[in-house]
């Protein structure tokens, strides 16, 4: 199979010149990808079509338990000169044991599909040089749609790069248990999709305290065909699902169109953290930032470590108004907010070692929190849509660890 390929566009820096995020660029991805290699209802050519449409700068092919999108060439850059849209397209598996125990891996970088077994999948995909996100962690049941769930189980297994906080299609569904439900969620999909589900977004909290665990976005795109009565129906079309949950890569280095070098950048974003998911129906975030400042001008990005020092600044820029809450440990110890109506007002949460702090409404887009202690600080972000606060953004932690 041949397909049309291209070399790059020109990245986009997050920020004006001189902001902190103009240090990196800003690639908008999809990870978490089916296609008809394994379950997914699309060629690897529709998929590439849809991703292109979208707007995206990479993807990442995850068929189950099988590298064929690589063998057939796929991986490489997409796009024509005449549109200036040119995006890179990469091919790992979802490792996914026999039955129906759940245990699935995302394991991409890697040339051989790694034993399926869920100790063996980590360790051999470590051992190839790749990197290894658990799928769908907190996966539930879906009876209506025959599906058992297929949550991560082996809690007391090390050495994955990090996990799914936000599985699209896993949050889209959960609570789905009868027709009128499934009706209501697909034709209405902006009001039931939920975010993160609480008990990822808790062991991603807890697994930080340990060690540096990314957290990415994945849409877990099939594009299945479902029959309603006499009507074929599509959950959901590629092209819908990869304008939804996508995870952002911050490069220090522009991408050049060398298939290698190109990989190695995007692969070793994701292992360092040094990226934040959003789901773009809420808006575009590009330019969305989160990092730490010393007193000594020395600076963290999303995903890096420091001791901690005092005059550590914690800042952030969010390019839309919105909701922001900055969340320790696990806890909230401070909100910000530039929506009308919204909840800048309210008393935050007493975090470990934080004082307790009044909530202020956010005049401008630009955020600073002074740091009194040591922690594991990440951004959560959400905007108005339907009424309501929805999960927009989702940053990587900065680890602040104690001085030895």
């Not at 320790?328 to 909100?335: E, F, I």
């Not at 009424?387 to 001085?403: C, K, L």
Request: some cysteine.
């Amino acid at each position: 199979m041949t397909y049309a390929k291209d070399g790059p566009g020109s990245s986009r820096p997050g920020a004006e010149p001189g902001h902190f995020s103009s240090r990196f660029y800003d690639h908008r991805g999809a990870l978490h990808i089916h296609t008809r290699y394994s379950d997914g209802s699309g060629t690897i050519g529709e998929v590439i079509a849809a991703a292109l449409q979208t707007g995206l700068d990479y993807i990442i092919l995850t068929d189950h338990n099988n590298l064929d999108g690589k063998a057939s060439g796929a991986e490489g850059w997409y796009g024509r000169k005449s549109s200036g849209g040119k995006m890179l397209v990469l091919v790992g598996t979802e490792v996914s044991p026999p039955g129906q125990e759940g245990n699935h891996l995302l394991s991409m970088g890697i040339d051989h599909v790694p034993r399926r077994n869920p100790a063996d999948m980590i360790e051999d995909t470590g051992q190839q040089g790749g990197i290894g996100f658990l799928a769908h962690p907190d996966d539930q049941p879906r009876p209506i749609f025959n599906s058992p769930g297929y949550p991560w189980r082996r809690w007391d297994l090390d050495g994955f790069t990090g996990m799914e906080v936000w599985n699209f299609f896993s949050s889209w569904s959960a609570g789905l248990d009868t027709l009128p439900k499934v009706i209501s969620a697909y034709l209405f999909p902006g009001l039931a999709a939920a975010g993160p589900p609480a008990e990822s977004l808790a062991r991603w909290d807890l697994l930080g305290l340990r060690r540096r665990i990314t957290g990415v976005g994945g849409i877990d795109a099939h594009a299945l065909k479902i029959r309603l009565g006499p009507l074929t129906a599509t959950v959901f079309p590629y092209r819908y699902m990869l304008g939804t949950v996508n995870t952002h890569l911050l490069t220090r280095q522009t991408l050049c169109g060398d298939l290698s070098r190109d990989q190695n950048l995007i692969l070793e974003a994701l292992a360092s953290g040094r990226c934040y998911l959003a789901d773009h129906r809420s808006g575009d975030p590009s330019g969305f930032s989160f990092w730490l400042e010393c007193a000594s001008g020395e600076t963290a990005a999303m995903g890096e470590e420091a001791p901690f020092e005092p005059g550590m600044i914690l800042r952030g820029m969010i390019p839309l108004p919105a909701q922001a809450v900055l969340i320790k440990d696990g806890g909230m110890v401070r909100r910000w907010c530039s929506e009308g109506g919204g909840e800048g007002g309210n008393d935050t949460q007493r975090g470990r070692g934080e004082r307790r702090r009044r909530s202020r409404p956010l005049v401008r887009t630009n955020l600073e929190f002074p740091l009194l202690g040591p922690g594991v600080y990440r951004l959560e972000v959400y905007r108005t849509r339907f009424r309501r606060p929805r999960p927009w953004i989702f940053s990587n932690p900065v680890y602040i660890r104690p001085r030895a």
